[in-house]
């Protein structure tokens, strides 16, 4: 039998409520697999402020260190929202992030066929869209140095930020865009401005070079602006992206976009080593929170995550990703993504109704 430590982090908002759902899909799949999960909760965001005065508690970060995988809910909510930028929910975030040293950032957008008429754009080009969008997170224009606004020798002031990448920062997240399309459809797009910025070519190079160590991936480069178009224009023609820090959080909102979904969008970070944060991209809900509306779905595809891509257990993986599409087959929705005709249910009851497929 395989164990397993899981961090729980449900945070705030509509968070505790899709959490539970994720915990009794994991204690399912894990007697069906024989897998052994033990789980440690922890607080962060609003909850540790209340609890411990601090966003992101001490004892939360190393409980974190010390697990194989950190499934996070949602943080924030309109209580803390005035309180100074040290002490907000979201610097618990970020903390983390610096905390586990995550810098690859995993967004998939992928239609659900039972979905397709909640994407803003016509069936023909979204139907069969998979595309994961590879982002580094920990580097490029919003870290490089020098940064602020300077006064010039005339008085006049001018803002500055720099984009910069280092070879081992592109390696690092390249090799994660090269493994990440080994595990897909082993096709590798990488995003750049090669034509007008220095370190754009250099990325692009070092990619090239790598590309050697990895012969069943199919590279290929697109400019960022071409790709942005591409991916509204045909984006059936993308497997993997791989970017950097702003392109990557431009273009994986649209990507997400494509979906239609928010509410039913995971996503991944990863770090060297160490255990990687998986979470739902929507934040946490205040105005449904504790309510029994939530839906719990996109918190259970980051638990599919999670064992794909930290755990290597990809059958159990597909096991929930079938699972989810079999549930909306079946024609239930909670709220957001409700239609005429469907099913209407609440968040535990759509857990539970997803518990049942995965136990046949
Ligand atoms: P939000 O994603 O929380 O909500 C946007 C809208 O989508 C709301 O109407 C909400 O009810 C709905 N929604 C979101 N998730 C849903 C779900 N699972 N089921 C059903 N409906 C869902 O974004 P927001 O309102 O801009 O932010 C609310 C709080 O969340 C803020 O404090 C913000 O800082 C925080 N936030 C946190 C994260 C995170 O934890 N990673 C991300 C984004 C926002």
Redesign the pocket.
């Known amino acids: 039998m395989m164990n397993y430590r899981i961090t729980l982090l449900p945070?705030d908002?509509?968070g505790p409520e899709?959490m539970a759902v994720a915990v009794d899909v994991l204690k399912v799949v894990g007697n069906q697999f024989n897998l052994n999960f033990e789980f440690q909760e922890a607080p962060i965001g609003g909850v540790a402020i209340d609890a411990t005065g601090k966003p992101l508690p001490t004892e939360t970060l190393e409980m974190c260190r010390n697990s194989n995988g950190v499934l996070l809910a949602?943080?924030?909510?309109y209580k803390w929202?005035n309180l100074p930028r040290h002490q907000r929910?979201?610097t618990g975030?970020l903390g983390l992030r610096a905390g586990l040293g995550l810098f690859a950032n995993l967004r998939p957008a992928k239609i659900l066929p039972q979905l397709i008429d909640a994407s803003t754009l016509k069936r023909e080009i979204v139907e069969e869209v998979d595309i994961m969008v590879v982002r580094e997170l920990t580097g490029g224009v919003y870290f490089g140095r020098p940064k602020g606004v300077f006064e010039t020798e005339t008085g006049e002031k001018r803002g500055v930020n720099t984009m910069a990448y280092s070879e081992s920062e592109i390696d690092r997240i390249a090799r994660v865009g090269f493994e990440t399309a080994q595990k897909r459809g082993g096709k590798l797009c990488s995003v750049d401005k090669a034509n007008v910025l220095e370190v754009s070519q250099f990325w692009r190079d070092r990619i090239t070079l790598l590309a050697q160590e990895y012969p069943d991936v199919e590279l290929s480069h697109l400019y960022v602006d071409n790709a942005a178009m591409q991916l509204v224009r045909w984006p059936k023609q993308f497997d993997t992206i791989v970017t950097g820090n702003l392109f990557g959080d431009i273009l994986s909102d649209a990507a997400a976009m494509l979906t239609g979904s928010?509410?039913m969008l995971p996503s991944a970070s990863l770090g060297a080593s160490g255990p990687g944060v998986f979470?739902?991209v929507?934040?946490?809900?205040?105005?449904?929170a504790g309510q029994d509306?939530?839906?719990?779905l996109?918190q259970v595809l980051s638990v599919a995550m999670m064992l794909r891509y930290a755990l290597e257990q990809p059958l159990v993986a597909d096991k929930i990703e079938k699972g989810v599409l079999e549930v909306l087959e079946q024609g239930y929705r909670?709220?957001?993504i409700m239609s005429e005709g469907m099913k209407l249910v609440g968040c535990q009851k759509m857990g539970e109704v997803l518990l049942e497929v995965l136990s046949l």
Do not use: V, Y
């Open positions: 945070g908002g509509i899709i949602a943080i924030g909510g929202d929910p979201e975030l928010i509410g979470e739902p929507h934040g946490s809900a205040p105005d449904i509306k939530a839906n719990p996109a909670t709220g957001d």
